[in-house]
């Protein structure tokens, strides 16, 4: 027996436990089709919770490590009153918030000695390309099985102390007022046979933490993993800031298209840090399944690479007006949301559409100039 989709996003959110969590999990181990819908689901969560967990990490409930890999604390739908125009519509958000998390959560990996600034901080990590490592269902589900069995003594609070400035939420906004609220040059087309597009402002924000060297090694330990953070990092802070974006959203008789653009997020810390004994302590832990720890070892440019995980064979690399981008495909479902993405002098541009095909989407792109 095959399990739908609704009841595998259940088993990701934890919400199934006992007996029959450990029957799905079995089936997950072979059957194909479940597999591949199950690492669908659990790449886009992957991405959109991981962004999150610096404001969840902020708040004062208590939670635990593998609440913060599978917890995301949005308020969730009904899915029995959801209409099929709101799921599509809600799907759609998510693709553009799992190519935006990925985006600004790949310097967590990515960590790369730099020069020195004038200034006490120093920028680790800026987005000027990105690209995609493979990840398989097997890498999924040894992940997912790891982060479920091995963190019930972790608690994330230890890692140190969490700073945030700022809340990404989604606002209206006119032409006029989304323009003003970027530094850059707004391209908002327009598209033959949709109408004008609703604005939406995501607010710029940050999220700070100041490590605590025990509490991390606490965890790596419990991870299994033999590298240590040095103590000389201890209090050091690291900074992800997250400017402020702009999503456009177009209706038509062929559904929705929408087009998110913000410049890329950047890592900063205190002068002096060893950012590289902290990235081989990551790369190090054995929670990263092996094909995985291996394209991220390999990524050479780290400094300016936002890496996209996704399944083998879903993403095609493309040119967009003369630089490189990468069109996903869902590739299940029967309208499903395709996203290309690409970065043009300092701007990410992620636009996803129902059914949206390359082509489609590259002859959009050709007016973001």
Same mark, same amino acid.
């Given at each position: 027996?095959?399990?739908?989709?609704?009841?595998?996003?259940?088993?990701?959110?934890?919400?199934?436990?006992?007996?029959?969590?450990?029957?799905?999990?079995?089936?997950?181990?072979?059957?194909?089709?479940?597999?591949?819908?199950?690492?669908?689901?659990?790449?886009?969560?992957?991405?959109?919770?991981?962004?999150?967990?610096?404001?969840?990490?902020?708040?004062?409930?208590?939670?635990?490590?593998?609440?913060?890999?599978?917890?995301?604390?949005?308020?969730?739908?009904?899915?029995?009153?959801?209409?099929?125009?709101?799921?599509?519509?809600?799907?759609?958000?998510?693709?553009?918030?799992?190519?935006?998390?990925?985006?600004?959560?790949?310097?967590?990996?990515?960590?790369?000695?730099?020069?020195?600034?004038?200034?006490?901080?120093?920028?680790?990590?800026?987005?000027?390309?990105?690209?995609?490592?493979?990840?398989?269902?097997?890498?999924?589900?040894?992940?997912?099985?790891?982060?479920?069995?091995?963190?019930?003594?972790?608690?994330?609070?230890?890692?140190?102390?969490?700073?945030?400035?700022?809340?990404?939420?989604?606002?209206?906004?006119?032409?006029?007022?989304?323009?003003?609220?970027?530094?850059?040059?707004?391209?908002?087309?327009?598209?033959?046979?949709?109408?004008?597009?609703?604005?939406?402002?995501?607010?710029?924000?940050?999220?700070?933490?100041?490590?605590?060297? !025990? =509490? &991390?090694?606490? /965890? %790596?330990?419990?991870?299994?993993?033999?590298?240590?953070?040095?103590? @000389?990092?201890? $209090? +050091?802070?690291?900074?992800?800031?997250?400017?402020?974006?702009?999503?456009?959203?177009?209706?038509?008789?062929?559904?929705?298209?929408?087009?998110?653009?913000?410049?890329?997020?950047?890592?900063?810390?205190?002068?002096?840090?060893?950012?590289?004994?902290?990235?081989?302590?990551?790369?190090?832990?054995?929670?990263?399944?092996?094909?995985?720890?291996?394209?991220?070892?390999?990524?050479?440019?780290?400094?300016?690479?936002?890496?996209?995980?996704?399944?083998?064979?879903?993403?095609?690399?493309?040119?967009?007006?003369?630089?490189?981008?990468?069109?996903?495909?869902?590739?299940?479902?029967?309208?499903?949301?395709?996203?290309?993405?690409?970065?043009? !002098? =300092? &701007?990410?541009? /992620? %636009?996803?559409?129902?059914?949206?095909?390359?082509?489609?989407?590259? @002859?959009?792109? $050709? +007016?973001?100039?």
């Amino acid at each position: 027996m095959c399990y739908d989709e609704g009841r595998i996003q259940s088993y990701i959110d934890g919400e199934i436990a006992g007996i029959e969590m450990e029957e799905i999990q079995e089936h997950l181990e072979i059957c194909e089709d479940c597999k591949v819908r199950y690492s669908n689901l659990l790449e886009n969560d992957m991405m959109v919770r991981t962004s999150m967990e610096g404001f969840i990490a902020s708040d004062r409930e208590r939670f635990n490590a593998e609440m913060a890999w599978r917890k995301l604390k949005l308020e969730r739908m009904n899915s029995e009153e959801i209409q099929e125009g709101k799921w599509k519509i809600n799907m759609l958000y998510k693709k553009l918030a799992t190519a935006a998390a990925a985006v600004g959560l790949a310097g967590f990996l990515a960590f790369s000695p730099a020069s020195s600034m004038a200034s006490d901080f120093l920028t680790i990590f800026r987005v000027e390309k990105v690209q995609v490592i493979s990840i398989t269902p097997e890498d999924m589900l040894q992940m997912d099985k790891i982060m479920k069995e091995g963190t019930g003594g972790v608690d994330i609070r230890n890692f140190g102390k969490v700073k945030v400035s700022g809340r990404q939420e989604m606002v209206p906004v006119t032409l006029e007022q989304a323009r003003s609220a970027v530094d850059f040059d707004l391209k908002i087309p327009a598209l033959d046979g949709y109408g004008k597009p609703d604005l939406q402002k995501t607010a710029g924000s940050s999220v700070s933490l100041a490590i605590d060297v !025990n =509490g &991390v090694n606490a /965890a %790596l330990k419990a991870f299994g993993g033999k590298e240590r953070l040095p103590e @000389e990092l201890n $209090g +050091k802070e690291f900074t992800l800031v997250v400017p402020t974006g702009i999503t456009a959203e177009y209706s038509g008789p062929a559904g929705k298209i929408m087009l998110a653009q913000a410049r890329g997020p950047s890592v900063r810390t205190t002068s002096g840090v060893d950012v590289k004994a902290i990235r081989q302590a990551l790369l190090g832990m054995p929670a990263l399944p092996e094909n995985f720890r291996r394209q991220l070892a390999a990524v050479e440019d780290w400094q300016h690479t936002a890496l996209i995980p996704l399944p083998a064979g879903q993403h095609t690399e493309v040119p967009v007006n003369g630089t490189g981008g990468i069109f996903i495909k869902e590739g299940n479902g029967q309208s499903p949301v395709n996203v290309l993405v690409w970065q043009k !002098n =300092g &701007v990410i541009y /992620a %636009l996803a559409g129902q059914n949206m095909q390359q082509d489609k989407a590259l @002859e959009i792109a $050709g +007016k973001i100039k």
